[in-house]
C-alpha cells in the first residue's frame, strides 16, 4: 500500500527554538495533505489542510503564525511549530489524500523544554 | 460539525474470544465513517469504511462493522481475534462535501489479547 513517511520521527527541543517536521508521501503525489495533533490519552485533532502551491487552511483556533505549513511539492509538506513552548509537546501526525483514501504517516513525537 | 465517541478507553480480551469495539456518533449531516488501527510505532491503517449502501461492512483481518444510523453507532466487530490485533484502534467521521479528507476522530481505544 501507499506509504507516508515523517522525520524526524521524535524531537527534543529548547524552548523558544523553532521545528521542522517533514511529511512525504512516498510512492504517489498528494495535492492535499493533512496535519493533525493527538495530545495524551485523547484523539487526534485536525490541525490544518495543506494543499500543493497555495497557503493551508487551518481549523479553528489553531494559531497560523505558530503552526507554519509549507507544501512546496506534491510529495512533501513542512510543519514548521515556530518558538516552541512546553504546551506545543505533542505528536504530530500527518496524512495524504490518495486517489481513494487517506495514508497516514507514522507520527512525530515533540517534547519542548 | 460532528464528534466521535469511543465509549471504551481498554479492552482486554484473550486470544479467539470475541470482541465489540463501540462508537457513536454525532452530526448534523450525512457522514461517512472509518475504523483504523494503529500500531505501534507505525501510522494509522485503514480498517474499514462506511460511505453507503449495505450497512454491514467487511474489512481487512477479519474485522467487520455495522452503521447504525437510529441509534448513531459504528460498533466494530470481530468473532475470533489474534495476539497481532492488539494494538490502538480509532473511529472517525467525515462529513463529505467540502470537508472530503477532513476526519474528526474518536478516543481510541487499545486492544489487548492476551493469550
Known amino acids: 500500500g501507499a506509504v507516508v513517511s515523517q522525520h524526524p520521527s521524535r524531537v527534543i527541543c529548547k524552548s523558544g527554538t523553532s521545528v521542522k517536521i517533514e511529511c512525504r508521501s512516498l510512492d504517489f503525489q498528494a495535492t492535499t495533505m493533512f496535519w493533525y495533533r493527538q495530545f495524551p490519552k485523547k484523539s487526534l485533532m485536525l490541525m490544518a489542510t495543506s494543499n500543493e502551491g497555495s497557503k493551508a487552511t487551518y481549523e479553528q483556533g489553531v494559531e497560523k503564525d505558530k503552526f507554519l505549513i509549507n507544501h512546496a511539492s506534491l510529495t512533501l509538506s513542512t510543519l514548521t511549530v515556530t518558538s516552541a513552548h512546553p504546551e506545543d509537546s505533542s505528536f504530530y501526525i500527518c496524512?495524504?489524500?490518495?486517489?481513494?483514501?487517506?495514508?497516514f504517516g507514522p507520527g512525530t513525537r515533540l517534547l519542548v523544554l | 460539525a460532528q464528534s466521535v465517541t469511543q465509549l471504551d478507553s481498554q479492552v482486554p480480551v484473550f486470544e479467539e474470544a470475541p470482541v465489540e469495539l463501540r462508537c457513536n456518533y454525532s452530526?448534523?449531516?450525512?457522514?461517512?465513517l472509518f475504523w483504523y488501527v494503529q500500531y505501534p510505532n507505525q501510522g494509522l491503517q485503514l480498517l474499514l469504511k462506511?460511505?453507503?449502501?449495505?450497512?454491514l461492512v467487511k474489512g481487512i483481518n477479519g474485522f467487520e462493522a455495522e452503521f447504525n444510523k437510529s441509534q448513531t453507532s459504528f460498533h466494530l466487530r470481530k468473532p475470533s481475534v489474534h495476539i497481532s490485533d492488539t494494538a490502538e484502534y480509532f473511529c472517525a467521521a467525515e462529513a463529505g462535501g467540502t470537508s472530503y479528507g477532513k476526519l474528526t476522530f474518536g478516543q481510541g481505544t487499545i486492544l489487548t489479547v492476551h493469550p
Open positions: 496524512s495524504a489524500l490518495g486517489a481513494e483514501t487517506q495514508y
Open positions: 452530526s448534523s449531516v450525512s457522514v461517512y
Open positions: 462506511y460511505l453507503s449502501g449495505s450497512t
